[in-house]
Each structure stands twice: as C-alpha cells, then as structure tokens.
C-alpha cells in the first residue's frame, strides 16, 4: 500500500512537469475478476484475482451471511493517460452481493501524448441472484481524454440495484471542463437483450450539450440510478410518489426525477454536489431495497468514514 502511494504521487508529479515533447510514460493497467457463490454458508467471494493495483479485500457481513459487502480499492486514487482499469464480477445462481468503494474515483488531466484514460465494468448476474453497485462519485479531471463503461447482464430473474455519478471538472475549485473528452456508457441486458443504454459524450464537437438547457445546463454533477427488474405489481402509485419527495436541496438546487420504464426504475440527477446526489440516490435505493431485494436498506460501514 504504501508503495502504490509513493508510486502515485511520483505519477502525479511526472504529469503536472512533464513537458510537451515527451510523449511516453509506463502505462499502468489493472484487471479484477471476482466470483461470488452461495452454499451452505451463505454467499462467499469464492474467486479473487487481480492484476495491478487493483483488489478487494476480505467481505463484510453486517447484514449476515446471505449477503456480503466488498470494497473495490484502487490504492492510485486516479487513472492517467494510458491507464486502463478492468472489473469482472460474476454473481453465481442465488449469491447476492454489495460493492461500493471507500473514496471517489479520479480520471487525471491527460497527457500530451492523449492517450486513453479507459475503465470498463462488467457485472453478470446469474437466475436467482442480485448485486447491488454503489461506487462513489468519479471525478473527471479538465482535460481528460477517458472513456467510461459498465455493462450488466442478468439471467432470467437476476435483480440490480445500481447508480453512478460523475463530476465533471472540480467544482469546488472552480475548475470547468471545458476540455478534455468524455466517453460515457452504461448498459443492461436481459438474457441477451438490452433493456437500459444510456450513453454520454462530451469533446469539443458536442460541446454544447453541456451548457445547453435541454441538455446539462452547465451543471458539473450528473448521475444515473437503476434498480429492476421490478413486476407490473411490485410498485404502486403511491410508492412512485414516495420516491419523489427528495430530499431538502441544503441550499444547493438541483434537478432530480425518477420514473418506471418498462420493469426498470431509472433516476436522474443533475446538479452541483456530489454528495448531493449521493444523498438522492440513497434514498432511492432506501424505498427501492425492500420491494426488489426483501431487505431494508444497510448502510456500508464505509460511507461512515
């Protein structure tokens, strides 16, 4: 850990002195392949293989052996130019599990040689099963040149709770993106056929999508929220209506809406603060919980920190 640290700062440093003329530095990939699996005792990470800096440690079960809780670590804290980040999670038949991570994920300024910042996400979800993806927020450095994907695929009736935020720029810092490129994909499938795409893309041909008002009015924080599948009879109106008493802006205003689509329940948010939208889809994922997976909603003992 504390070699990924100093091997961190050193990267960062290369990066913010590294004159224009030089076009290459070490890349630094990372693959992460997890295997969950139910039997007698519950659900178990039953495979664990990494290659880089990138790896969980031992589960927790705050809610028992049914159900336990990973966190995704990534000791760099960022991905650079030439970077490229791969999770593999396989949830086999009834295994049920929580992944989140313990800080926000950065993509840093990119090099001038302009290579690809990459991460992809692929969660399969066998019959029976759920896995519920709770990251924190990813911080999208000005100019960064990244692309960002996830992918789930469920079988039969494998269930997803899931939701990602991305910050574009350092609000706080008054840092705009108004360079750099976005590439951004998340997908679900259903036994081969798509049920969710979603898709961003932000580069100087599409530059106005950011600050147009039918598009992201300006606002840095965007974020998707998806939970399904859910019955025609799982949730009734009144339910919906519960989702929608969001909570109090805290002096920040926001846009934020949820609705059903055919058996998915798709949220959006669009603001200013990251914690803000975290706080929204919490709460959705707090009404949500119940009526998909039959537990109330537990807290990872990470968000506490």
Known sequence: MANSSTNNAVRQAEQATTPASVSHIGHWPANLELQFARG????????????GPLYVQRPF????????????????????????????????????ALLTTPGAGRVYRARPDRALQHQINVLRIDAGAS??????????????????ETRVELQGDARFIGWEVTSLGLPACEQHFDRGELSQRFSVHRDGIPMVLEQLRLDDQHRKLYQSAAGMRSQ?????????????????????????????PNGRDYIAGISLTG???????????????????????QQLRPVLLQREACRPRIWFT
């Open 40 to 51: 007698a005792r519950g659900t178990r990470l039953v495979r664990n293989r990494h290659q």
């Open 263 to 285: 058996e998915f329940a798709l949220g959006r948010y669009l603001g200013s603060c990251s914690e803000q939208a975290r706080l929204v889809f919490e709460y959705w994922w």
């Open 61 to 96: 079960y705050p809610e028992g052996p049914d159900l336990p809780h990973a966190y995704l670590l990534h000791p760099p804290g960022g991905i650079v130019s030439g970077d490229r980040l791969q999770v593999k999670v396989q949830m086999e038949a009834n295994a049920r």
């Open 131 to 148: 896995l519920e993806w709770l990251p924190l927020e990813t911080i999208v450095f000005p100019d960064a040149r990244t692309r960002l």
């Open 220 to 248: 840095p924080i965007n974020g998707l929220f998806v939970a399904g599948p859910f019955a025609a009879s799982d949730l009734q109106e009144n339910q919906m209506e519960a989702l929608r008493q969001l909570p109090e």
